[in-house]
């Protein structure tokens, strides 16, 4: 489960084992010479409900090879190997900075008003983005610092966290090389045109094809089957989990997903919002306030949909969700609540009264407001969404590779509803997820290849 503990507060998150809870297990058999796999599939366990089984076409060079003595060798048998996320990803043993031992989050809850945290930071004049961000932080501080405290007390006490952990150092992964995914959805716009009436709305991928790059971005892709599927993008091997579906596009080509017509009862959206670290870093392309409002979240959305929107601690971009881009879109916010990122060993990333950088981020949660009947209707059976919760969890390394959603949301929608997140850089079974980089960290070099014979 990816839900560690449970309490009044929220939820201690384990992000690894999410990832790795449909791991893939994959099966060979060797019927000719020269180490060719006529025959590959996956087979995965999700949590307690049952098993699934993935199958993979053979594809690059950089997959698992054998010479022809051990086809010989193997002939007859079955190997069975299977893909788990690289464990280094979330190798977060030590805070980034270190924090007075009085301000440690196993000390207590020291209260500091916002004058002593002013004083504490710096002497200099605030300006009126800092001075709105830190009394935003003061007004949230104890409720983060206390149910943090809470949920980490019951990870250590179970062995899921290890204080003893924060004397080791965080290890220097090794970021694979992949191909730019981005750069590709806008070489696309380069494609010739395609007529719609004879274009496919959807490519369905099959066992043992390759899928040329002009379906993958032009038309949602999806993976129907129960198994899940190795696609070979540029050269590059991505791993599609089951019953899954993508479009791997950029903003200016959201009409596929359109054309897919369905509506979300779920809507994760994580915007690349304008910030000065982005611009320096060049990582990839922000949006302004005016794009944003311009994603089509009335047209997916089925009625009383929840929308889940991802925001950074500049409270310009609080304010304008909550202002301007959820009315504008006829979402009613309901709640406010935190995602809180700890080290294995149970502190703070950074400190919490750091005015730069914050252990933590924000997710804005709303729904669609519409025909009454039908909300009241889809809300049965549903609790209400809380004001505020906190989702706490050791952070993946790799950039904005967001904590699952999936569990801790399971409770207050209905089972079996269709979900979407909006620019994803991964895939979850059972989502529809859209981006420029979609695919990103389902990229193989991030999973590690364990075998068994």
């Not at 929107?309 to 959820?326: A, C, G, I, P, S």
Request: charged share 20%.
């Amino acid at each position: 489960m990816s839900v560690v503990h449970c309490l009044t507060a929220g939820w201690l998150v384990d992000h690894l084992s999410f990832i790795n809870q449909c791991g893939y297990e994959i099966c060979d058999s060797f019927a000719c010479p020269g180490g060719v796999t006529l025959n590959t599939s996956v087979t995965s366990t999700e949590d307690s409900h049952g098993s699934s089984t993935f199958v993979a076409t053979s594809s690059s060079s950089s997959g698992p090879t054998c010479s022809p003595e051990d086809a010989i060798e193997t002939e007859g048998k079955t190997r069975k190997m299977r893909f788990m996320f690289r464990e280094e990803f979330f190798d977060v043993s030590k805070p980034h900075i270190v924090v007075p031992p009085e301000e440690q989050l196993c000390q207590g809850c020291p209260e500091i008003s916002l004058t002593e945290i002013k004083k504490r930071k710096r002497k200099c004049l605030f300006n009126q983005g800092e001075l709105d961000a830190l009394e935003y932080h003061s007004k949230v501080r104890k409720l983060i610092w206390e149910g943090t405290l809470h949920l980490v007390q019951e990870g250590l006490k179970s062995g899921f966290l290890h204080q003893g952990t924060a004397e080791l150092g965080c290890r220097k992964n090794n970021v694979p090389v992949v191909c730019g995914l981005a750069e590709l959805c806008e070489m696309a716009k380069q494609f010739p045109a395609v007529n719609e009436g004879d274009h496919q709305a959807v490519y369905v991928l099959e066992d043992e094809t390759s899928s040329p790059e002009q379906d993958l971005l032009s038309c949602v892709t999806e993976n129907t089957s129960n198994h899940a599927k190795i696609i070979v993008l540029m050269g590059q091997k991505y791993l599609v989990p089951p019953k899954s579906s993508f479009l791997l596009s950029d903003i200016s080509c959201l009409q596929p997903l359109l054309n897919y017509r369905k509506k979300y009862d779920v809507i994760v959206i994580d915007p690349p919002w304008e910030n000065k670290s982005v611009k320096r870093s060049n990582r990839y392309s922000h949006l302004s306030s005016w794009q944003i409002k311009q994603i089509p979240v009335p047209t997916l959305a089925a009625p009383n949909c929840l929308v889940v929107t991802w925001v950074t601690n500049r409270q310009k971009h609080l304010h304008f969700v909550k202002d301007e881009l959820y009315p504008h879109w006829s979402v009613k916010t309901l709640a406010e609540w935190h995602w809180v990122k700890i080290t294995r060993a149970g502190e703070f990333v950074s400190p919490l009264d750091s005015l730069h950088k914050k252990p933590y981020e924000v997710l804005l949660l709303g729904r669609v407001q519409g025909d009454i009947k039908e909300a009241l209707r889809k809300s049965e059976g549903v609790l209400p969404i809380p004001e505020h919760k906190l989702i706490v969890s050791v952070p993946c390394t790799l950039h904005s590779h967001k904590p699952p959603l999936t569990a801790v949301l399971a409770e207050f929608i209905k089972p079996d509803v269709e979900c979407l997140e909006l620019f994803a850089r991964n895939l979850q079974p059972g989502w529809t997820s859209w981006g420029n980089e979609v695919l990103k960290f389902q990229h193989i070099d991030y999973f590690t290849l364990l075998q068994k014979e």
